[in-house]
């Protein structure tokens, strides 16, 4: 993921704390991985677990925003890491990765309607 100084970021679940580590690589003198902010996720979402067992798990993040998704045994949740808000967007599921997209390409109808045309002569 991209950090606001467009560093390189990583983010990782602590199991044994519940707690999200975000980690940046420096690139000014010596190439470093430096701790940028820790998240305690027990007080920033629900992790009720009835199956127990299961923790937290970072599933994906949307580029250039700041948002990390989070899948816990109570759901799919968005995290904006500037704001600190966080959203369930999900019940509880399987989630190996989410991929969320910004935007999509609509052609242009009226440029596909004259290329039918064209076509049809």
């Keep these: 993921m991209d950090m606001e100084d467009s560093s390189l970021g990583l983010a990782g679940v602590d199991d044994s704390t519940s707690s999200l580590h975000l980690w940046s690589r420096t690139v000014k003198g010596a ?3 430096v701790q940028s902010m820790v998240i305690d996720l027990e007080k920033a979402m629900p992790m009720a677990n009835p199956r127990e067992g299961d923790g937290a798990y970072v599933v994906g993040f949307t580029e250039g925003v700041g948002v ?20 369930k967007v999900d019940e509880f599921g399987v989630y190996f990765s ?9 052609p242009d ?8 045309r064209l076509t049809d002569v």
């Excluded at 989410?98 to 609509?106: A, G, I, K, R």
């Excluded at 109808?109 to 039918?116: D, M, T, V």
């Design 68 to 87: 990390i998704f989070v899948r816990t045994d109570a759901g799919l949740f968005t995290l904006e890491l500037k704001s600190g808000l966080v959203k």
């Design 109 to 116: 109808r009226g440029r596909l309607s004259s290329l039918a």
């Design 98 to 106: 989410v991929l969320p997209y910004m935007s999509f390409y609509t």
């Design 31 to 33: 190439a470093k991985w």
